[in-house]
């Protein structure tokens, strides 16, 4: 084997073999991969079936508290389950850039593998490319996932109404500041790592126990917990009103955040749901979201009211303002 | 870092004091205060403190925010020099959405103009010497506070020879513009909440001669919202006393005489000059060029490609929401013609514009 990704590796000849055999085979090692066969055969399974996809791009590709291969499982996992889906299998399509460190290729992998077991998902099929140099940034990952719909709970956001608190199950914006601290061109050091994690076992136990309580769930990644409030509150065509002082961010984000003039409101997560739940079971569903350990600082954010659709937020000072959207990415600002 | 003091300047029970005391000292009209810097308007709109004080309190915008006042002549020779193949813009990154006549960096960057994100000037000097084929321009626009970090990259550039480096300055000073704010008998101007990070720059003391001047009340205060709460009840104190005097809510920081070594390094590298600011006209005395021993790093010499100021005639009323004689509501393009996705004027592009800031937290 070579230390280096090559343009070869991806060309279907003896490379891709070794590629596929020696190196991938050895972290993904499965009943449905270990034939290599054109597809993974899953088997009959019971249930409603949910279904999605995700690709991932990410500078640097290994950050504090994770790497592209654990976002990859994770992000498909908790997209399956905020739907209420339990994630079954997942696929992995690879793009590499030739020149990549195999060593970065098998940290990626293992990193992969052991978020697959965490989550007790199947890596069932995958596919290996190579670009040449330049035209990568190393590693791309692309995720489908089939996962099974927890009984009698559906995404409900129809029934969303005027006293339904929304939960968010941690802290905002460790992710984004993780990522942003690894690229080392800030001059900034914080101890800050990402929350990147599969949210299931968090997620879908609650959802038998209190199935008529939670109305839906979203997972804040891209664009933040901001983007995901306005969308949902568009959604469910309601009026949701977040309380500053309740909001859950890390001090050593918040001091990134103030350096920069960034808003944690519209950073990335990777391991954290939001929940529109009835108001009456509010405090029990964040105290179950407390017991595990990517819930222990879940806590009631806002409440849904009557009122004009949107996103508010009543402020520390006292004031009511807009949460909106925000236009591109934000940028750290002149003075 | 201490996070606890954040908190400290955050705490609802002190701020509904403040409220409170404000609403008590205002009169029957409301009294109409002017928060100079776009930290400031972005703070005030964050924390929803304009309606807060609504009835009391009128706080207008004024030209504190470095992209807003850029004329966009100096985007036009920014995309110009960029069109040289052998130039590496970088910027500081809210100046890429910012129009010019005709295109902005950041469309310009779709059209394999080069333009590279920096977070400090002295980040450019190092992409400079990193880069010795290319040269490379950074966009020096800003106020008093950006000033001595862009002169100390010019000063680092010139010791360790980075020729390849320079800067197409768009500098500005603060005291100056809120003069010709003062004196407008159109704005009626009754107290000024002067700047938190300039101040700490030039010093508290270089607002006295408005205060002395022209009898307006100016307050320097800090960024959190009891800062601001803390500044503008200051301000009204003055105004039921009859007084006029300059104070400072932002002692923890900012100073009487400022900080000498930053104004030396502002005083060795450029000179003062007349320049215009965006809607606001030509303000004798109130720019920054860079001075004749530094002149092998001013972009605009070194490729000779000037910043044309032209007071642009257009229906957008950016310049009268910066001179605070209108709000943003009161423009006939906010919000419709012009939104942050497709910005007609400045105040909207910058994340601390006042039209963005109105659009972004206002609606409530």
């Known amino acids: 084997m070579h230390d280096k990704i090559l343009l070869s590796h991806g060309e279907g000849g003896k490379r891709t073999r070794d590629l596929v055999v020696k190196v991938i085979a050895r972290y993904f090692d499965n009943p449905v991969l270990a034939p290599f066969l054109d597809a993974g055969l899953l088997g009959r399974i019971e249930g409603e079936i949910a279904f999605t996809t995700d690709g991932y791009v990410v500078t640097p590709p290994f950050f504090p508290g994770g790497d592209i291969g654990r976002l990859a499982v994770c992000g498909t996992v908790n997209d399956l389950a905020v739907c209420g889906a339990k994630a079954t299998a997942i696929s992995c399509g690879l793009i590499l850039e030739e020149g990549l460190p195999l060593s970065s290729l098998e940290r990626a992998l293992s990193a992969m593998r052991d978020a697959a077991e965490e989550a007790g998902v199947t890596i069932a099929c995958g596919d290996t490319k190579v670009v040449e140099r330049g035209k990568g940034d190393g590693i791309f990952i692309t995720t489908a996932g089939v996962g099974v719909s927890v009984d009698g709970w559906r995404p409900a956001p129809s029934a969303v109404r005027p006293g339904d608190r929304i939960l968010l199950t941690g802290t905002m914006g460790d992710h984004q500041v993780a990522v942003l601290i690894a690229r080392r061109n800030l001059a900034i050091e914080a101890p800050v790592t990402s929350d990147v994690s599969p949210l299931g076992g968090l997620l879908l136990p609650l959802l038998p126990r209190f199935a008529d309580k939670i109305r839906f769930m979203r997972d804040p990644t891209r664009g933040g917990v901001g983007v995901t409030l306005n969308e949902m509150a568009s959604s469910a065509n309601a009026r949701f009103v977040l309380d500053e002082a309740r909001l859950p961010v890390r001090e050593s984000v918040r001091g990134v955040c103030e350096i920069l003039g960034f808003d944690p409101l519209y950073l990335a997560n990777e391991g954290k749901a939001v929940l529109i739940v009835d108001g009456n079971a509010a405090e029990e569903i964040v105290a179950a979201l407390r017991r595990h350990p990517y819930g222990r600082e879940a806590a009631v954010i806002g409440e849904v009211e009557a009122g004009s659709p949107g996103v508010r937020m009543r402020t520390l000072a006292g004031g009511v303002r807009a949460v909106d959207y925000p236009v591109g990415d934000q940028l750290p600002r002149i003075c | 870092m201490r996070l606890k003091y954040i908190d400290d300047f955050r705490d609802p029970a002190t701020a509904k004091a403040l409220v409170e005391r ?22 005030i709109a964050r924390s929803g403190i304009r309606p807060l004080l609504s009835g009391a309190v009128t706080m207008l915008s004024g030209p504190g925010c470095p992209v807003c ?13 960029g069109r040289d193949r052998r130039v590496l813009l970088a910027s500081f990154g809210d100046m890429l959405r910012v129009p010019g006549r005709s295109s902005s960096l950041e469309k310009e960057k779709g059209n394999a103009l080069e333009v590279r994100i920096v977070y400090s000037p002295l980040d450019a000097v190092t992409l400079a010497a990193a880069t010795p084929d290319r040269e490379v321009v950074f966009l020096g626009v800003g106020f008093e506070t950006t000033a001595p970090a862009i002169g100390g990259a010019i000063k680092t550039a010139a010791v360790r020879r980075v020729g390849n480096f320079s800067v197409l300055p768009s500098l500005r000073t603060i005291p100056g513009a809120m003069e010709v704010l003062a004196s407008d008998p159109d704005v009626r101007i009754e107290g000024f909440l002067c700047p938190a990070h300039v101040s700490v720059v030039i010093g508290t003391d270089a607002y006295r001669p408005i205060a002395e001047t022209y009898g307006i009340p100016c307050v320097v205060a800090g960024f959190e919202p009891l800062d601001i709460l803390l500044g503008i009840s200051m301000l009204l104190r003055q105004k039921k006393e009859g007084v006029a005097r300059v104070e400072n809510e932002y002692s923890r920081v900012a100073q009487a005489a400022g900080n000498r070594k930053a104004q030396e390094v502002i005083r060795e590298v450029f000179v003062p000059c007349d320049t215009g600011w965006r809607g606001i006209g030509v303000i004798p005395g109130s720019g920054l060029r860079i001075a004749e021993a530094y002149a092998a790093f001013d972009a605009e010499k070194k490729f000779g490609v000037p910043v044309v100021f032209a007071q642009e005639k257009t229906a957008c009323r950016c310049g009268d929401v910066l001179k605070g004689k209108i709000l943003p509501d009161d423009c006939p393009l906010f919000g419709k013609a012009c939104v942050p996705e497709e910005p007609y004027g400045p105040c909207m592009v910058s994340g601390e514009g006042t039209c963005a800031a109105y659009y972004k937290y206002g609606a409530a």
Do not use: F, K, Q, W
């Not at chain 2, 029957?28 to 928060?35: D, F, I, S, T």
């Not at chain 2, 006042?69 to 020099?81: E, K, M, Q």
């Open chain 2, 69 to 81: 006042v850029t004329p966009d002549g100096y985007i036009d020779a920014a995309i110009s020099l």
């Open chain 2, 22 to 43: 404000i609403r008590g000292d205002a009169g029957n009209a409301p009294v109409r205060l002017m928060e100079v810097c776009g930290t400031h308007t972005v703070a």
